[in-house]
C-alpha cells in the first residue's frame, strides 16, 4: 500500500510499539508498506542478527532489516511466543489437576496439588501479570471465576469423599469437567488464538530523498498514523541519547510519548552492516 497520500502533509507519523517502547517514524520516509514478510528472501549467510534477507520493491532487491534486533529491543513476537507456550502449559496443567483430584477420590490417592487459585502457577501469573493490550485483558477477565470455582472444587469433593459420599463427588466432579472446567480451558484457549492472529508483521520501505528506496524494516507490529504539531518534537533530548537512531522525542497531544527514529541515521547504521555482509557474502 502507498503511503505518497501522506507525503502532502509534513507532520503525519507512522508508529509502532517493540517490547513496551514506542516509536515513530516521518511518513516523508516511508514509500510504501506490505504484508510481504513471507516473501522475504533468507539471507545465506548473514552474521548480523538483525539482516533478514532481501525483498523485490519495484524489480530491485531491498535489504530487510528486523526493527526490534536493529534498536536492541526484544522483539514483541518472542514475548508472545512465550505467553502462547505458557498458556499452553496452564492449560494442561489444569486438565492434570482435575485428573489427579479424581484419582484422589476414585482411588484414595494423596492430593497434594494447590487448592488456592493463587497459588498454582497460572494464578501466581495471573496475579502478577501486566498489559496494555485491552482485549487481552478482557479476555483474562473471563478466566477468573472458572479458575477460582476449579480450585474450590478440592475442598468440597474431598471433604464429601472423606464423610463416605465418593459417588456423588466423582457424579459432581463429572459435571464440572464438562462445564467450569471446558469454559476455562476454551478462554484459555481463545487467547492462544487471539496472540496468534496479532501476530502479522508488516514491512515498510524507507527512502531518504522520497523516491529511491533506501532499506527496509520489518516490523512486528503497526499502531497508528497520527499528526503532530511540529513544537511537539523535541530534538534536543536526542543528542542526549547519541548512540540512538533518534530524531527526538514526540510529544502527542494524546499524552502518548514516541522516540522518533531518524532514518538517516539508521541508513548510517545499516550502510555498516551491509558493508560488512558483502564482505563475508
Not at 497520527?226 to 533518534?246: K, N, R, V
Amino acid at each position: 500500500m502507498s503511503l505518497a497520500n501522506l507525503f502532502q502533509n509534513n507532520s503525519r507519523v507512522l508508529t509502532f510499539t517493540i517490547a513496551n517502547s514506542h516509536f515513530g517514524i516521518d511518513a516523508r520516509n516511508i514509500l510504501s508498506f506490505s504484508d510481504e514478510y513471507k516473501h522475504i528472501q533468507l539471507a545465506s549467510h548473514a552474521q548480523h542478527p538483525s539482516f533478514l534477507g532481501y525483498l523485490d520493491y519495484r524489480d530491485t532487491l531491498i535489504n530487510v532489516y528486523d526493527s526490534a534486533t536493529l534498536l536492541n529491543r526484544k522483539r514483541n513476537w518472542d514475548d508472545k511466543n512465550q505467553l502462547i507456550a505458557d498458556i499452553d502449559t496452564y492449560k494442561q496443567a489444569h486438565i492434570d489437576w482435575v485428573q489427579a483430584l479424581e484419582r484422589s477420590i476414585t482411588f484414595d490417592e494423596s492430593f497434594t496439588l494447590a487448592r488456592d487459585p493463587k497459588m498454582c502457577a497460572f494464578g501466581q501469573w495471573f496475579c502478577s501479570f501486566k498489559t496494555e493490550d485491552a482485549d487481552l485483558l478482557t479476555a483474562l477477565e473471563k478466566i477468573d471465576k472458572p479458575h477460582q470455582l476449579i480450585h474450590q472444587l478440592a475442598d468440597t469433593l474431598l471433604e464429601m469423599k472423606n464423610n463416605g459420599d465418593a459417588e456423588r463427588a466423582i457424579r459432581l466432579l463429572s459435571i464440572e469437567k464438562g462445564t467450569t472446567l471446558k469454559k476455562l480451558v476454551r478462554s484459555l484457549e481463545q487467547i492462544s488464538g487471539m496472540l496468534k492472529r496479532e501476530m502479522h508483521p508488516v514491512i515498510i520501505h524507507l527512502t531518504l530523498d522520497g523516491k529511491t528506496p533506501s532499506f527496509s524494516l520489518a516490523l512486528d507490529e503497526v499502531d497508528d498514523i497520527i499528526d503532530y504539531e511540529i513544537e511537539d518534537l523535541d530534538t534536543g533530548t536526542a543528542q542526549a541519547l547519541s548512540h540512538e537512531p533518534l530524531k527526538g522525542y514526540l510529544r502527542h497531544k494524546s499524552g502518548q510519548r514516541y522516540m522518533m527514529l531518524c532514518v538517516e541515521k539508521l541508513s548510517t547504521q545499516i550502510r555498516k552492516i551491509s558493508s560488512f555482509e558483502d564482505c563475508i557474502s
